[in-house]
């Protein structure tokens, strides 16, 4: 994945740390972190913080930053609320602040980046495990991974694309788990919509909103049993083909746009046999044979 990439980047741009202060007590933790002494390089930097001349010391908050990133990884790195982390980011938040020169700029927003896609992979984690007590959770880790990016918009925008599709896939999950509660079914169409905001043609969008207003459409007449009234037959009938409705224009966008496949074929044809369009099912069930006969 393009972050992941990245991710490699990083580590070999924030290798490098330069000791351009002269303060041998900055010098000093820098020294102990090559040697990889984490704990003891912390409790150098914060020795230093002690003296006021290094509360507005951007390099001095830099290393603070980086040594603290250090200990997340070595210690914390599978804990989604690590301190280490939080407090790596706090520090270089004051780097960032005090560096009014640019002088540890790209140090800086290394050690940055390095965190912020931390935040953004226990994001996409966060939402394959969520369910009604922690929705809120990805979107947090997400918030802070935006808080502090600092790259291309037009990362930016694939990034959002990949977490908003993950949530969406999330609260699919957790919707078929009770098809009776609407809540993450909503949110899943919302999430959906919000990738179309940014790409409009995006094929598994378009497919997936397909798929769930469909299935919508099929549990609401699953609950039609032998004792259901006449008047609620009726209105579960109509809610019914309003989904199969709703269904029908993004089945068409994906066939139309995205690359040929058979579940492409499947989601049209079967949301056009439920609106009652038994010819083009069959049109496309025929078409579909030809093309993909292994199916």
């Given amino acids: 994945m393009k972050h992941t990439f990245l991710l490699f980047l990083i580590l070999l741009g924030v290798a490098q740390m330069g000791y351009s202060q002269v303060n041998p007590i900055v010098a000093k933790a820098a020294e102990l972190c090559d040697e990889k002494k984490y704990d003891e390089a912390l409790a150098q930097i914060d020795e230093g913080f002690k003296l006021a001349s290094l509360n507005s010391d951007p390099n001095a908050w830099f290393v603070k930053g980086f040594i603290l990133k250090e200990l997340y990884k070595q210690k914390e790195a599978n804990q989604r609320q690590s301190n280490y982390r939080n407090r790596s980011a706090a520090a270089l938040k004051k780097a960032r602040e005090f560096d ?4 540890f700029a790209s140090n800086i927003d290394a050690a940055f980046q390095y965190i912020a896609f931390t935040y953004f992979n226990d994001a996409l984690l966060r939402s394959a495990e969520m369910d009604n007590e922690s929705e809120n959770e990805p979107i947090d880790l ?4 935006e808080e502090l990016y600092k790259g291309s918009d037009v990362e930016l925008k ?3 694309l990949e977490f908003n599709s993950k949530m969406a896939e999330g609260h699919y999950r957790n919707w078929i788990k009770n098809t009776e509660d609407n809540h993450h079914y909503f949110l899943c169409l919302e999430y959906y919509s919000k990738v179309l905001a940014l790409d409009n043609r995006n094929c598994t969008a378009n497919l997936n909103l397909a798929i769930v207003n469909y299935n919508q459409g099929v549990y609401m007449i699953r609950k039609i049993g032998a004792q259901t009234d006449m008047m609620d037959l009726i209105s579960i009938q109509d809610e019914s083909v309003k989904k199969f409705k709703a269904a029908i224009p993004y089945a068409q966008q994906a066939f139309a746009t995205c690359t040929p496949s058979y579940t492409n074929y499947k989601v049209l044809m079967f949301v056009n046999r439920a609106l009652g ?7 496309l069930k025929k078409e579909s044979e030809k093309k993909f006969k292994s199916n």
């Fill in 100 to 103: 009014s020169n640019l002088e």
């Fill in 142 to 145: 997400f918030k802070k991974f």
């Fill in 158 to 160: 694939d990034l959002n």
């Fill in 277 to 283: 369009r038994e010819e083009e099912f069959l049109r």
